[in-house]
């Protein structure tokens, strides 16, 4: 009885440690699931990584300019100044509270949008090899963001970015995954079938008079969106492979899109709970933790499907 008792207060305690961590992950596997479904139908998870790694900019950014406003450089604390009257007290503090609203994740935002847009120029107008301009945006990303990080006074943590933090996420961050997440599949639902049919067929699409262009920078400025609301589970680093590999899963079972999206939803939601109740009892990273047991996943589809179509011909066979 005492055992059980102990069990009921550390599965209680794990609870409030890890609601909010738990209810993120339940909105954003959704979401996930429905943008990676489209991202791997539509062949673009290489797209996806040159975004991600872009927004890893607007950290470094974010981080650097709320520090920046916060301290009144750069001609902040004057400006700050001449609003309040004159005042250095009021404005100092006006510029406190300036920098305390400016956040990392709302500058990602913008840097993986812009960087979505520059990727679908790239793809339509670029005379130069699409993998370079694209491996050399996605490393001017990544050195803007070390650059301003290291800018940043005092300590950083640049693995939280990097690697995910799903852990030591606040009500605040549920509400903002929530708010993305709704405009996210909103925008989805009211162009499925026009993505859906530019996905699998470009030509046909434009016969039907669907503007192919106008719906592939409708997925990517989604998918940009998508990656900003995975760097709080994965990390930059390890996006893609949360965003593709449980619809590849799925697509090893299924080729239709609907039943693709359904399925991509479940693995990524078991495989996100797995991996932070893993990385909780184990105390591990969980972002690398969620990626291994989605890419658990995907391994044990790769050896199913096989030994299902062997069964399959020898029932067809014996019959």
């Known amino acids: 009885m005492r055992l059980f008792r102990l069990r009921v207060v550390a599965m209680s305690t794990e609870f409030e440690l890890l609601h909010n961590a738990y209810l993120l992950t339940a909105l954003t596997s959704v979401t996930f699931g429905v943008i990676g479904s489209f991202v791997v139908a539509r062949r673009i998870g290489y797209l996806t990584g040159a975004i991600a790694h872009s927004a890893f900019g607007g950290v470094g950014v974010g981080l650097w300019l709320s520090q920046t406003v916060t301290a009144g450089a750069l001609g902040f604390g004057a400006l700050a100044r001449l609003l309040v009257g004159g005042s250095e007290e009021q404005g100092s503090a006006l510029c406190a509270k300036l920098g305390a609203l400016i956040r990392p994740v709302p500058s990602a935002l913008f840097f993986a949008a812009l960087s979505a847009l520059v990727v679908d120029f790239i793809r339509r107008n670029a005379n130069e090899r699409e993998e370079t301009l694209l ?15 290291e800018k940043v006074n005092g300590y950083a943590s640049v693995n939280a970015y990097l690697f995910g933090d799903v852990l030591l996420v606040s009500r605040s961050d549920v509400w903002f995954s929530a708010i993305l997440s709704a405009v996210i599949l909103a925008l989805t639902l009211l162009n499925f079938k026009r993505l859906e049919a530019v996905c699998f067929d470009e030509e046909f699409a434009e016969l039907r008079g669907i503007n192919v262009a106008r719906q592939n920078r409708l997925l990517l400025l989604l998918t940009s969106v998508t990656v900003v609301l995975l760097m709080r ?9 949360l965003l593709t590999l449980p619809a590849a899963t799925a697509c090893r079972f299924t080729k239709r899109l609907s039943t693709t999206i359904v399925a991509s939803i479940v693995i990524c939601l078991l495989g996100s709970l797995l991996g932070i109740k893993i990385s909780y009892c184990l105390n591990i990273s969980t972002g690398p ?6 890419a658990a996943f995907y391994l044990v589809a790769l050896i199913l499907r096989p030994i ?12």
Request: glycine share 14%; proline share 0%.
């Open 308 to 319: 299902r179509e062997l069964l399959r011909k020898l029932r067809g066979v014996a019959s």
């Open 135 to 149: 491996g050399a945006l996605w490393a001017l990303g990544v050195g803007i963001g070390l650059v301003f990080i």
């Open 233 to 241: 589970v994965t990390g930059m680093a390890l996006i893609v492979s």
């Open 289 to 294: 933790t969620i990626t291994l047991v989605v």
